[in-house]
């Protein structure tokens, strides 16, 4: 069946720092993939996502790659901000281009430091 | 505009007890899910409606857990003679009409619902 994995946390940067949230997933068909964020006290809210190979979906400074080759999608920014202190789940939507239930790994907690 | 809601938020139960948790999702949303996210747990999959048929409920652990959206807008999830591993957070998620590629799911707060 399908599966996400992504890095356990949680992860402590301070602000200004290079993020990398890594992501590889395992799906029987050819998946779309999604990145959602949980700040805290709030639901789960979409950050970005992507539908094809080598797409890159961005957000609010937030960027990632979809790898077909490594079956990857590693979540990626720059420079940290306290107010990026979140848990970051990534997902995968398998159902080509229908709908059905997304398919979440268990969660990054991203902790940045002033 | 109104975004998900789910009532109650929380929910205390004794073990044995039946529950009911509520769904109201974003007007004009087609699809509706429900997932299970456990603490410390990514959400899983529990089932799936399209207006009011229900295409996918391979997700729902046993047959204590129900799901209904009769008119296609509102749905509920039904828990019966709760048990102390049905504690969890349930989440509800909606989406709008299919347009070919899988449409964001927009989730609502949640319910945590407390076992004892």
């Known amino acids: 069946g399908d599966s996400v994995t992504q890095m356990e946390g949680p992860v402590t940067l301070s602000e200004e720092a290079f993020l990398t949230i890594n992501c590889t997933y395992t799906?029987?068909?050819?998946?779309?993939l999604f990145w959602y964020v949980q700040y805290p006290g709030e639901g789960l809210q979409l950050l970005l996502k992507a539908t094809k190979a080598d797409d890159k979906g961005s957000n609010k400074g937030f960027e990632a790659t979809y790898r077909k080759e490594t079956t990857s999608f590693h979540l990626e920014k720059g420079s940290v901000q306290v107010s990026d202190s979140a848990v970051y789940f990534c997902?995968?939507?398998?159902?080509?281009?229908?709908?059905?239930?997304?398919?979440f790994g268990k969660g990054t907690h991203l902790i940045i430091q002033p | 505009g109104a975004g998900v809601s789910q009532s109650p938020r929380y929910k205390v139960a004794k073990r044995g007890q039946d529950v009911a948790l509520r769904c109201d999702p974003i007007?004009?949303?087609?699809?509706l899910f429900w997932y299970q996210q456990a603490l410390g747990q990514g959400p899983e999959f529990l089932t799936y409606?399209?207006?009011?048929?229900?295409?996918?409920k391979s997700g729902l652990p046993s047959d204590r857990f129900f799901a209904e959206r009769p008119e296609g807008s509102v749905s509920t999830l039904k828990i019966q003679r709760t048990q102390q591993e049905d504690s969890a957070v349930y989440l509800c998620?909606?989406?709008?009409?299919?347009?070919?590629?899988?449409?964001?799911?927009?989730f609502g707060p949640g319910t945590r619902l407390l076992v004892l």
């Open positions: 409606f399209q207006n009011e048929a229900q295409l996918d």
């Open positions: 799906a029987t068909g050819y998946p779309s």
């Open positions: 997902a995968l939507n398998d159902s080509g281009g229908g709908a059905d239930g997304l398919t």
């Open positions: 007007s004009g949303h087609v699809s």
């Open positions: 998620a909606s989406s709008p009409p299919l347009s070919g590629t899988p449409e964001t799911q927009y």
